[in-house]
């Protein structure tokens, strides 16, 4: 791996648009008004950020993560292997729009791995439920399980995943779930209430890899402060613990207390937050190197592109203030897209994005039941005290 | 096409003819990065940059954030830019018409002949596949004389007459004319009468002006009146530059831009406010 660089690689293309389940939750409007709304405010047009063009990935890379078959049947259509359904419908050219997802992430990872950039991001990425055999969760090729399979494959000894979207991150747990070299950490709404079910704080890593899947299950309405205790009670330490050189994560939108489909309460302010702690900690960890992407996220208008944009400001250098207001330019275009939608008129939800340190012995409160049960679970696997607020 | 629009392809053959029109970069932002820069990296063949806040507005203060120029100091910055009285002028920005629609009306506002928007901007242009240059251009001096108040402008009695008499739009999204978030101005809300009609709304999926025909339709049932007064205003006056080109492009005569709209609006704690 080469030393880390200066700057940011943002990873783009229209094309990307095309990723469209048709009459579906997950629309690429989002991504659209990511975009724009970033460029609306010159992130895009920052020194030190250079504009990547992707490539579609190819069989060889595609299958280094899934079946042949299953392949196959991406480019045939359907049916089975999870496609054809409400949930994953087959839309024109899945295929080539999804396999441009994937190049789009591998783009992304190439970069930081070759050292171009210190930083990498797609923002159309992050499709965590693909299994190497079946589509799942609106994900039909699993884009993160790929590009850390490719820098895998490239020689990098440990990268860290981290996934902060509501939904837990089961494709590519269960792809790297036997393989010591790879820590997938996955904060989500308990899997008791939320899609898929899956992400119990006692799935900490297969045979061979123990410890090396970290998961906290928190209760619905969790807010700003309690989604951040829960962050810096597992995160830092799971993550010092492993010391990855590369870190990757899911940025899903969806834990907003907006989004149509799941149970969170948290604002812009938090999500921000939390693309900060994570930019410390490949700082501090992995000298810089960061490999970014989206996710899940449905409120199209009101919260997906203001997280993003975010984001891409965490990513490229300098955070947004919170206080910036939304360009008129931007506003209209939003509105144009979504004549219903309430377009936000500020960066923010005036949310405060304080929290207070975890604390043992506090169980009264459902967040801290979470946290402490991750603890337990995993902490000792990573030679960490699960009752020591200092780890 | 129409008398303000003009078409990349249109742009391309007029910058081949013998008498290639003035062109203006006016690309603009609320914040970020200056994007003069953008322009150094790459512009249409001999656009000279024109700075929308220091070059085509007054200073922000009581007449709002984005007021008419001085009138010399508009005269200086055109003939810098190379303005001839004699010669067409083409104003682009980003492809969002809002920096270059404020451009064209202030240079018609100044009197000049002939002043066109190009439809979709420098995205269109490129979309388009047309040559850039980097760099910046220095041009021959121009010889534009401005004379100032040759389009009509509101003040804040006009325009809250306006909304009595004819039709004041309101062109800004609206939860910012029901007041129920305003980003920029400390207050917010709307001028009592006006009718909400987001510029978005008067833009096709591809970023581009709609036609005459759908224009009409969306003014209409937004409430115009033929030969009633007409005006328009957003936060600033730029948003609604726009909207007085759209009303032009409809065939709407004469409405009226108030200059300095919602930010002078609110300068005045005694002026009346609505939310809804």
């Known amino acids: 791996m080469s030393p880390s660089a200066k700057g940011a690689a943002v990873v783009w293309t229209d094309e990307l648009l095309r990723y469209d389940l048709g009459d579906h939750p997950l629309d690429p409007v989002r991504i659209e008004l990511t975009m724009a709304l970033a460029r609306d405010l010159g992130i895009l047009n920052r020194p030190d950020v250079t504009m990547v063009s992707p490539q579609p990935a190819d069989e060889l890379a595609l299958s280094r993560v899934h079946r042949p078959e299953y392949i196959e049947a991406v480019r045939a259509g359907g049916p089975g292997y999870g496609l054809d359904t409400p949930d994953n419908p087959v839309f024109p050219r899945m295929h080539e729009a999804s396999a441009l997802v994937a190049g789009a992430t591998l783009a992304a990872a190439e970069e930081v791995w070759a050292g171009r950039t210190r930083r990498a991001v797609n923002v159309a990425g992050g499709l965590h439920h693909a299994m190497p055999d079946r589509a799942s969760g609106f994900c039909v090729y699993n884009d993160p399980a790929i590009a850390i399979a490719r820098l895998l494959d490239r020689g990098v000894e440990r990268i860290a995943y981290v996934d902060v979207d509501v939904h837990h991150g089961d494709g590519v747990q269960e792809i790297f779930y036997r393989d010591p070299r790879v820590l997938t950490v996955s904060l989500h709404e308990t899997p008791l209430a939320l899609f898929p079910g899956t992400g119990f704080p006692d799935e900490t890593g297969g045979p061979g890899a123990a410890g090396s899947a970290v998961n906290v299950a928190l209760p619905p309405g969790t807010g700003d402060a309690g989604w951040l205790r829960a962050f810096h009670a597992v995160v830092p330490s799971v993550l010092r613990a492993f010391r990855p050189h590369i870190l990757f994560s899911q940025c ?98 005036r949310g405060s994005a304080t929290w207070t340190a975890w604390q043992p012995g506090e169980t009264a409160d459902a967040v801290d039941r979470a946290i402490l049960a991750t603890r337990i679970a995993v902490f000792p696997l990573l030679g960490l005290d699960p009752h020591d607020p200092r780890d | 096409m129409t008398d303000s629009l003009i078409s990349v392809p249109g742009l391309a053959q007029a910058l081949a003819s013998a008498q290639p029109p003035t062109v203006l970069d006016v690309r603009w932002r609320l914040t970020g990065p200056p994007t003069r820069a953008e322009y150094e990296a790459g512009h249409i063949p001999g656009a000279v940059f024109v700075d929308l806040d ?42 969002e018409s809002q920096a270059a629609a404020r451009l064209w009306w202030t240079l018609r506002w100044a009197g000049h002949p002939r002043v066109l928007v190009l439809d979709g901007g420098f995205a269109a242009w490129r979309a388009g596949k047309r040559p850039v240059e980097p760099g910046t251009v220095v041009p021959p001096r121009g010889d534009f004389t401005v004379r100032p108040g040759q389009l009509p402008v509101l003040d804040a009695a006009d325009a809250a007459r306006v909304a009595g008499t004819g039709v004041l739009f309101d062109v800004r999204i609206p939860t910012r004319y029901r007041g129920e978030a305003e980003p920029i101005d400390p207050v917010a809300g709307h001028i009592p009468g006006a009718v909400n009609l987001p510029a978005g709304e008067l833009m096709g999926p591809d970023g581009h002006l709609l036609p005459a025909p759908q224009l009409r339709e969306r003014f209409a049932a937004a409430g115009l009146v033929p030969d009633r007064p007409v005006g328009a205003y957003c936060g600033s006056g730029v948003t609604a530059a726009n909207t007085i080109l759209a009303l032009t492009e409809a065939g709407v005569s004469e409405p009226a831009l108030y200059v300095g709209s919602w930010s002078h609006w609110i300068t005045d704690p005694t002026r009346p406010v609505a939310r809804s």
């Open chain 1, 252 to 349: 899903g939108a969806d834990t907003h207390r907006l989004d149509p489909l799941a149970d969170l309460r948290l604002t812009v302010d938090a999500q921000r937050a939390s693309y900060l702690a994570m930019r410390d900690l490949a700082e501090e960890l992995c000298e810089g190197r960061w490999v970014v992407t989206g996710g899940g996220g449905y409120a199209l208008v009101e919260v997906v592109p203001r997280a993003w944009t975010h984001l891409l400001a965490v990513v490229t250098g300098e955070p947004l203030d919170p206080a910036t207001p939304t360009p008129d330019s931007w506003q209209n275009l939003a509105h144009r897209r979504r004549p219903s939608r309430d377009v936000p008129a500020w960066m923010t939800d």
């Open chain 2, 54 to 95: 220091t070059d085509v507005c007054g200073k922000p203060g009581a007449g709002g954030r984005h007021p008419l120029p001085d009138p010399d100091a508009l005269e200086e910055a055109l003939r810098a830019a190379g303005v001839r009285q004699d010669r067409a002028v083409v104003a682009y920005d980003g492809g």
